[in-house]
């Protein structure tokens, strides 16, 4: 059926049916190309498409991956077209898409689809890897600008929904917070004095209602035991009669206590200071009653009990004298204080969790370039400040200092900090006075054995150690790194043979073959070098004089 031109057709928006050839590539051989539809070969596939089955040119270009430039004609027809056209170049726009700014060309760059056909070509795959490859090393530049990463920040933080503003409660200082976090109730600028003091307003807010008051104490006193309380149910009533009524009745309400015998007080009991505030008397003299009629009643000096059932202390098990009002000591002493605060370290500040939670803070306080100078700035001169040998060195007589060298004198005083310097570094000595930093640890090695003696040179300088011999216990003089490097060490061959020995049977290797074996190919080995024998036939004079020129000869001679 032949269309005409006046004829609309509706333009499909994707191609269900069989597809000749391959989607992106228009085939030709040379004079003809390919028609995907039906397969056949034309001259003018633009006119084809359209008179025989409805598609225009630039729909059909669309249904199969074909660029928007590509000419739907055989490679004859084209050329002849574009020798025929020649005339139209000179109203042609050269300059047309240098003169689009830069929010016309990135309009378009959205609006346009790249097609398969440039997408499956390998010079337009190429160009597009150097492009990315460029634009990643550009963009690395520009982020090791801070100024380009705020900027770069905020305009993440704006397209994921921006930051919410709020108001410190406590200090009135405005921070901002991404909205994921102002979801989970931060309320303070996050000062440490901020939240310290927020949680104190929220803890006075909660013990200040009557009923959380009044739970509190009734917990306390169940979680303790309170075993006075039980004690006083079972005395009998001959001994209350001995107390003042009033006396009897501020007991009984301070412990619960039933008025009748055999009933239970369902009711709370009331705290100390409720009760002093019930009766008009101060807490100090109110407690004092109740001990003198606890006292009383139960013939024997008042011992709170213990948080855990025990009234002695933790650490070295001495009675403790608590007074009546909840004194919550565990310990009789100072240095149990400390004991019990050691034993609470090793269980909490040193678990595994409480470590991650200060390494965590730990980093959030370098988490800047320069907080972390400033870190590493504090510890060296803290280091320098507490060097070792510095309080001996400062107590020496100035004279003494007159014996050692110039540099011995400069390089001790600009490392230890002498005559009012500030203490420096090996590397910062080495660089002041043109010397390497080895040099510079020896000058200051040296100074400090003139003045104090060789076994008071620190390790650090490069001083000795001395290290016990692991099987006699024999002392042994090694360098700081030698001795770090192994944790066993032997004064001689025997003491390191026993301790192979020991090794080897330690790890069961004694009885293995395979051990022996190799170890008398090693025997074998030794004794089968080259000249081994010559050199073993010489007659000690020419051996002698062999090694008094600095050689050993390796064969005999011939007389």
Known sequence: MVRRRTDVPVQPEAWDEPIYGEPG???TDGDRVECHICGGWYKLLGGHVFQAHGVYADTYRLLFGLRMRTGLAGEALRAQRRASSGHLAEFRDPHFLLSLTFEERSANSRRRVVALESRLDTSNRA????????AASAHATLRQDPAYRARWAAQISEARGGRVARTCPICGRTFKLTRSDAQVTRRTCSRRECKSELRRQIARQIRARGEVRTRLSVAVRRRTGWPERERLQQ??????????ETDAELLRAFYGLPHERGKEDTSYPPTLVDLAQAVGLPTWQLRGRLARSLEQLLGEPVTSL??????????????IMRS???????TCGAGCLRALRAQHARTTVLSPESQRKAATAARLRVATPEQREAWRAQIRTARRQARVLLPELQAI????FDALASTERDALARYYGLDGQVPRTLNQVAHELGFSKFRAAQLVR???????GPESVPTELGGRVTVACAICGAPIELSPSLARSAPNHTCGPECRAELARQRMKRKGLQDDPAIHERARQGIMLRKGRPHADAIRALAPPRLRACRSRGAVCCAPTTA
Request: charge should be positive; hydrophobic fraction near 40%; include cysteine.
């Open 235 to 244: 005395v009998p009533a001959s001994n209350w009669a001995a107390l003042a």
């Open 127 to 134: 160009k597009w890897q150097r492009n990315i490859a460029k």
């Open 324 to 330: 009546l009002h909840g004194d919550l000591r565990t």
């Open 397 to 400: 007589d100035p004279a003494k």
């Open 25 to 27: 590539v228009l085939r």
């Open 306 to 319: 213990r948080p855990r059932g025990s009234s002695t202390c933790l650490i070295c098990g001495r009675p």
């Open 446 to 452: 040296g100074a400090v054995a003139q003045l104090l």
